[in-house]
């Protein structure tokens, strides 16, 4: 009676076992497809760094960088020269107008010119006195005498300076504005090629939550994966004693199966030889290890 018990524990326990395997099996797989999952998204990550990386390398960011720190050294020295030829330029701006302001006595020089012209077309056209010929003429030559003295310091050494800082002004200051043009279109390049690498990013970014989630997922299911095959593993040792209780052991009981599976294979032989005709149940036991 007591071994009538046992053996109704260890068919409860085996039925246990075959429910719990199925259990088992499929907390694998579903453990497996999170990593896997986890995998995939590592993997696809890993491609987009590489297109990031073959963005920069086939729109030559590194050489765009280059260029654009020697152009912002550049137009730092520009700056540097246009502030010192500024404030030169203006304090021998004033100086010059200081030194020889058009003007002829009350009149500017372009005045003057055409009060000569007035006064010479005046004598060559009209009869006039001696005397007031004499007027006439004394007042063209110092008209001309006035003009020819402020014509005189146009072309001095301080004019001629003048010309030089402003030519070298423009000179600098055309050259710090393409600087200037070059260093927006350099940063504008950037911009564009910040704008893929950004969609690239953005996509990482989204992969890595997904990535974070299938990992907890499988550290998750990993637990109760583990769970189950503890429980497992202590019913095949529940099993293993209440077979030594009733006399038997897994080698024992394998070898009494093959000893049945052996002579079950036997036993179709004959019936073949005899009836030349299988069931599909005998061909099934063939099959059998």
Same mark, same amino acid.
């Given at each position: 009676? %007591?071994?009538?018990?046992?053996? @109704? @524990?260890?068919?409860?326990?085996?039925?246990?076992?075959?429910?719990?395997?199925?259990?088992?099996?499929? $907390?694998?797989? &579903?453990? %497996?497809?999170?990593?896997?999952?986890?995998?995939?998204?590592?993997?696809?990550?890993?491609?987009?760094?590489?297109? +990031?990386?073959?963005? %920069?390398?086939?729109?030559?960011?590194?050489?765009?960088?280059?260029?654009?720190?020697?152009?912002?050294?550049?137009?730092?020295?520009?700056?540097?020269?246009?502030?010192?030829?500024?404030?030169?330029?203006?304090?021998?701006?004033?100086?010059?107008?200081?030194?020889?302001?058009?003007?002829?006595?009350?009149?500017?020089?372009?005045?003057?010119?055409?009060?000569?012209?007035?006064?010479?077309?005046?004598?060559?056209?009209?009869?006039?006195?001696?005397?007031?010929?004499?007027?006439?003429?004394?007042?063209?030559?110092?008209?001309?005498?006035? &003009?020819?003295?402020?014509?005189?310091? &146009?072309?001095?050494?301080?004019?001629?300076?003048?010309?030089? +800082?402003?030519?070298?002004?423009?000179?600098?200051?055309?050259?710090?504005?393409?600087?200037?043009?070059?260093? !927006?279109?350099?940063?504008?390049?950037?911009?564009?090629?910040?704008?893929?690498?950004?969609? $690239?990013?953005?996509?990482?970014? @989204?992969? $890595?939550?997904?990535?974070?989630?299938?990992?907890?997922?499988? !550290?998750?299911?990993?637990? &109760?994966?583990s769970d189950v095959g503890k429980t497992l593993k202590d019913l095949f040792n529940k099993e293993s004693e209440l077979m030594e209780q009733l006399g038997e052991t897994v080698v024992q009981?394998?070898?009494?199966?093959?000893?049945?599976?052996?002579?079950? !294979?036997?036993?179709?032989?004959?019936?073949?030889?005899?009836?030349?005709?299988?069931?599909?149940?005998?061909?099934?036991?063939?099959?059998?290890?």
């Amino acid at each position: 009676m %007591e071994k009538e018990a046992i053996r @109704e @524990e260890l068919k409860n326990v085996r039925a246990e076992i075959k429910q719990l395997k199925k259990d088992f099996l499929q $907390r694998k797989e &579903v453990k %497996e497809e999170h990593f896997e999952k986890g995998e995939n998204y590592s993997t696809d990550i890993d491609k987009l760094y590489e297109e +990031i990386k073959q963005i %920069e390398e086939e729109n030559n960011l590194d050489l765009i960088n280059t260029d654009l720190e020697e152009r912002k050294s550049e137009l730092t020295e520009f700056k540097t020269k246009l502030e010192e030829l500024d404030v030169k330029f203006e304090d021998l701006k004033k100086t010059t107008k200081s030194k020889a302001k058009p003007q002829v006595k009350t009149i500017s020089v372009e005045k003057a010119q055409k009060e000569i012209k007035k006064l010479d077309l005046k004598l060559q056209t009209q009869v006039l006195s001696l005397d007031k010929e004499s007027e006439i003429i004394k007042k063209i030559h110092d008209l001309k005498g006035e &003009v020819g003295k402020v014509q005189g310091k &146009v072309g001095s050494e301080d004019d001629k300076e003048f010309k030089v +800082i402003k030519k070298e002004l423009n000179y600098i200051r055309r050259k710090y504005n393409n600087a200037e043009k070059k260093i !927006r279109s350099l940063y504008k390049q950037i911009r564009l090629i910040s704008k893929e690498k950004k969609k $690239r990013y953005k996509e990482i970014d @989204e992969l $890595r939550n997904l990535k974070k989630k299938a990992f907890e997922e499988f !550290r998750s299911t990993k637990k &109760v994966y583990s769970d189950v095959g503890k429980t497992l593993k202590d019913l095949f040792n529940k099993e293993s004693e209440l077979m030594e209780q009733l006399g038997e052991t897994v080698v024992q009981k394998k070898k009494t199966i093959e000893k049945e599976i052996k002579q079950k !294979r036997k036993d179709i032989e004959n019936k073949f030889k005899k009836e030349g005709v299988l069931t599909t149940e005998d061909l099934l036991a063939f099959q059998k290890k």
